[in-house]
């Protein structure tokens, strides 16, 4: 029970808060419907007994006394076998239920006349001797039955003596009848007020919780990366007003903290790339030198290729930093890509048969997309790079070019060492590297490639993503939207070739 227990989850604010009200509801109800019920017991009770004492004063008007005697008369004689007297055999057995019940005893106690049914009911000795001490009694007793009745009993009186002690007694069957029904009433309207509460109360969480579902949203949203965004502020000064406020400074500092430490790369980058230029050219210079030792030879070229590298990594962070902070400029023209993809795949055909990788192009005529062709020729040598890199000697190379009725796709596909399933997920991350023991020393790159094309395709309104198989190779996939059709014009004429650097 106590895992299963483990794995539930918590219910939601609003749903716990119909629960507490309608638990505190129900509560309140349970007790105000007990106390009603009661109440109503009690009032009904009471007016029992004031009913009965009526009637037994109106019997008592039938009944006189006179030199010892007792006589009926008027309403006494008109009870049922009432004028019989208490040893008279009955003609037939009578249901308490819904029957009189009178009996009339003497000032001894000796019962004189009572009516058929009231043989079967067990009245206590004190019935008959409280009222002949002067006080009249009522409470509830039971017939053989078990049926409950209550009685009344009181003395009648001549001149200050009891001569005579009149007993009427009333079936509870009926009142305990009302009873239930208003308990089942009760019971009935409670259960149907409490769901209406239920209800009420869970339409009314949401709406006091709407705001912070605004601000649920909005926060979504600034945790996409898009720190410009503001939760909404409501004008009333309670505690969504207060979070939503906290929020936006907080927001706010994020957005400077994060703005500054752009700038800082940004900066960073641009001032070390003229130093870095400077290292470049003196060491060409210094290889030059006609006299100048193999040793050192060999030191130079290692320095001029880390230099590249740093060079490389410099811009690559430069561009990444100013597209942080909007600052890159895209030049958006019609580009072809199948013509940009032929371009780029002959530049490094002579690399390809360098590290024995065989490299395809495939490219449907006619793709002709919106773009900045120099960040969408980045695009591809950065894929192109990587999937030449990460291929062995004998591997293939595919570029793949192709486009339906909106999007134009571009895919690189490789037979390399692929990537395994942890790595998936991170690899357009800045810096990451899924192997870096063999990145380290085999690349070339920055680690910044990946997140470059990401960069470039996303400004484009595009998507790149990655299928890997560790072992079999990867596809890059990237799907940008297809220029509108006035821009497919002049496709066929031939154009200006593409200056690939
Ligand atoms: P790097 O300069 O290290 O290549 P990238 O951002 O271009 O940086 O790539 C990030 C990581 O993704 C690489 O270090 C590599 O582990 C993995 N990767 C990228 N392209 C491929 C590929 N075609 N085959 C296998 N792994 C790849």
Known sequence: MKPLLRHLSPPGIRMQLTLW???????????????????????????????????????????????????????????????????????????VAFSVLVRLLDSRGTPLHETPAFENLMVPEASVTQPLQGASWHGTIWAQD?????????????????????QIGQPLGELHHTLQNI???????????????????YWLAARALAPIQQLTRAARDIKRGDLQQRVP????????????????????SLEEIFRRQRR????????????????RSKTDLALLQADLPAEYAQMLQEIKGETERLGRLISDLLALARGDEHQTHFELEPVSLDRLVQAVASTAEALALERGIELQVQAAQHTVVLGD???????????????????????????????????????????????????????FERFYRADPARTQTTSTGSGLGLSIVEWIVTVHKGTVKVESQPGKGSTFSVALPLAPAEFWANEDEPQDSLHIS
Do not use: W
């Open 233 to 252: 502020v409501p004008r009333s000064t309670d505690e969504v007003h207060f979070l939503a406020s906290t929020f936006n400074e907080m927001i706010a």
């Open 21 to 95: 009200y309608t638990l505190v509801f129900a509560f309140l109800l349970a007790i105000s419907g007990y106390l009603l019920y009661k109440h109503l017991e009690a009032k009904l009770d009471a007016s029992l007994d004031s009913n009965l004492q009526t009637q037994a004063q109106q019997i008592a008007k039938g009944i006189s006394y006179d030199h010892g005697t007792i006589r009926l008369h008027g309403v006494a004689r008109q009870l049922p076998d009432f004028t019989l007297s208490v040893e008279e055999e009955r003609s037939q057995h009578v249901d």
């Open 264 to 279: 800082f790369v940004a900066d960073a980058s641009h001032e070390l790339r003229t130093p870095v230029t400077a290292i």
């Open 373 to 427: 062709e120099a960040r969408l020729i980045q695009v591809v040598m950065n894929l192109l790079d990587n999937a030449l890199r990460y291929t062995e000697v004998g591997g293939s190379v595919i570029l793949l070019v192709e486009h339906d009725e909106v999007l134009a796709h571009l895919m690189v596909k490789d037979t390399g060492s692929g990537i395994a399933p942890e790595h998936l997920p991170h690899i």
């Open 146 to 166: 078990g049926q409950e009745v209550q009685l009344y009993s009181q003395a009648l009186s001549q001149n200050g003596k009891p001569y005579a002690v009149i």
């Open 183 to 201: 308990a089942r009433e009760l019971f009935m309207q409670g259960g149907l007020i409490l769901l209406c509460s239920a209800l009420g109360s």
